[in-house]
């Protein structure tokens, strides 16, 4: 690799971790209620919404009636969003007339805007309008990272209070990360995007005159925008079809890395979140460089993968060492694994080259990323959530090998906190293979495929990881746009989604109930290096021991097979 690739492979995590920790510092004090420097800006605004929607800003909720609020204005916003879609033939802002969506692709789109996987099973620019872009898929993608925030921060609050019924309010929460946390970063970024060249405009597509005299319809519209709350919000859902592959939406180099660290800011920067709100910032560290290393490891051995080039090729004389396949020259592999790493790292899903072109260790570690639960800083806030069921997971098993009651963050930690952090851990997995199993053994399923074997096998396990794991990008080889993976991969959207978000809400109700217990001599700390090497191991041995006989069966037969000169 050249000097230039090695130096990005470097600073973005410096980078990201320099940015993160004071985003996370003032996300805590965003959610304790404390004064910020955009206060005097903000507060009037929400005071007036408060008033607008009745809310009492001092009220707390239970953990069931945080969670109650939390499912009706997602389900609502689901609604909305469908009806829209049916409708929007008759609706303005409509320059190229583009009539109802399918049915089945109109309930897929709004589950999956709705849940913040942003799985597109349709080419956006010739099938959404400008109303549909703005004010159904950019809301929801402001609404759906919103949920998953606050649902970490309550989870949170369940560690910090004690004897306590109440786990905060959840309009508060939303309007608070809407207001002081997504709306701000989201106007930086559009107004960065715009300077940059990506279109912003409510003009109706370019015609354009070709070299040969011909004529090529260019689609432009309210991108940047979109673009800003995609990645902010880790949503992933492009205005075009080629997403951040698309030069009107990721045009520059700079435009790329801004868009890959606004992708992973705000879920690096919840970590640090977590230990200003417990006051206990080693903690926060803790978590973080979890993350951090599960991340790095994964990002290495992509890297090596694809810096290798494909064996084939390189038998035949054909390439130079690289696998460029499906990537851009004006970004190149480096650039492009980590975007991919970053997006599968996160629920974001948007993309800057095509997964379906990666080789097969590459996929590998893509499917990896998603498969154990989008856990590695994952979506913005189920991504914590993911990783505090696999810290309780491990403070189990630290428990049963020093013969104690586990304790994690000051709470005890019981059947119930243990039954809901298995839920959260295994539901997604189960609900992988199951589908997965169905799509493989049906016409239906297998009808879609781009390719046959261990690739075609491939594509459909990373088709039903992406959307149970909330992510939304895809291999890009599977025609999903039929009534089969419509309506299978919205069931495995919404069922990944709410697995996630009502159980963790469970747990912090359970464990907000409780007293807080003084650390002792015999308390396993949760904030030392072995506690990291523990939790990274549990979350690498539960993904293997689950994916293991299904990965050697794909990707890793795969690249078995491409040794020895056999392709799909």
């Not at 409708?87 to 969506?101: M, S, Y």
């Not at 080629?242 to 890395?257: C, G, I, M, R, V």
Request: neutral net charge; glycine residues 10%; aromatic residues 10%.
């Amino acid at each position: 690799m050249t000097t230039g690739n090695w130096l990005c492979l470097i600073l973005f995590p410096l980078i990201l971790t320099i940015l993160a920790f004071p985003m996370g510092e003032y996300m805590a004090k965003v959610f304790n209620g404390g004064r910020t420097f955009l206060t005097p800006v903000v507060a009037p605004v929400e005071r007036f919404l408060y008033r607008l929607f009745a809310v009492d800003p001092n009220e707390e909720m239970s953990w069931k009636t945080y969670a109650l609020s939390l499912v009706l204005f997602n389900v609502i916003g689901i609604v909305v969003l469908f009806f829209l879609q049916l409708i929007q033939g008759l609706l303005p802002f409509n320059p190229q007339k583009f009539g109802a969506v399918r049915w089945d692709t109109a309930l897929n789109t709004a589950i999956s805007f709705g849940t913040n996987t942003n799985w597109q099973a349709y080419s956006g620019e010739q099938t959404m309008s400008y109303l549909t872009q703005m004010l159904g898929l950019t809301v929801q993608n402001f609404a759906s990272a919103a949920i998953g925030i606050v649902a970490v921060i309550a989870v949170i609050r369940g560690f910090i209070r004690k004897s306590s019924a109440a786990i905060g309010n959840f309009w508060v929460d939303l309007n608070r990360c809407v207001l002081y946390v997504l709306l701000p970063l989201v106007i930086i970024l559009s107004l960065i995007l715009v300077s940059q060249g990506v279109v912003q405009t409510l003009s109706p597509s370019i015609t354009a005159k070709t070299m040969e005299g011909g004529k090529q319809v260019i689609a432009v519209g309210p991108v940047a925008s979109q673009v800003a709350i995609k990645q902010i919000g880790t949503n992933g859902g492009g205005f075009f079809n080629a997403n951040s592959s698309h030069p009107l939406e990721n045009p520059t180099p700079l435009t790329d890395f801004l868009e890959v660290l606004g992708l992973m800011l705000i879920a690096a920067a919840l970590p640090f979140a977590l230990g200003a709100m417990l006051k206990n910032r080693r903690q926060g560290f803790a978590i973080f460089a979890a993350m951090m290393i599960l991340y790095l490891a994964g990002l290495g051995i992509f890297a090596w993968t694809e810096m290798q080039g494909n064996p084939l090729l390189e038998k035949a004389g054909i390439t130079s060492g690289i696998n460029m396949e499906g990537k851009e020259t004006r970004l190149g592999v480096i650039q492009s694994v980590l975007f991919a790493h970053s997006t599968t790292v996160t629920s974001c899903g948007a993309v800057n080259s095509m997964h379906d072109s990666m080789l097969p260790l590459s996929g590998l570690v893509l499917m990896f990323n998603m498969a154990i639960g989008e856990v590695i800083f994952g979506g913005v806030g189920t991504g914590l959530i993911g990783m505090i069921s696999y810290a309780i997971l491990t403070m189990f098993l630290a428990g049963l090998m020093i013969g104690r009651t586990p304790e994690f963050m000051g709470k005890k930690l019981e059947l119930f906190e243990m039954v809901m952090a298995v839920v959260i851990i295994i539901s997604p997995a189960i609900l992988l293979l199951i589908l997965s199993s169905v799509a493989i053994s049906t016409q239906a399923g297998i009808t879609s495929l781009g390719n046959a074997g261990p690739h075609g096998l491939s594509e459909i396990i990373y088709a039903f990881a992406s959307a149970s794991g909330n992510n939304g990008s895809a291999f890009a080889g599977l025609n999903a746009n039929t009534i089969f993976y419509n309506l299978t991969t919205s069931l495995a959207m919404l069922i990944g989604r709410f697995s996630t978000i009502i159980p963790a809400l469970a747990i912090a109700g359970s464990l907000a109930g409780k007293k807080i217990v003084p650390a002792s001599i015999a308390t396993f700390p949760t904030t030392s290096v072995l506690f990291i090497i523990m939790l990274v191991s549990v979350v690498i041995v539960v993904g293997a021991l689950t994916f293991f006989p299904v990965f050697t069966l794909g990707p890793l037969l795969e690249h078995l097979l491409l040794a020895i000169g056999k392709t799909f």
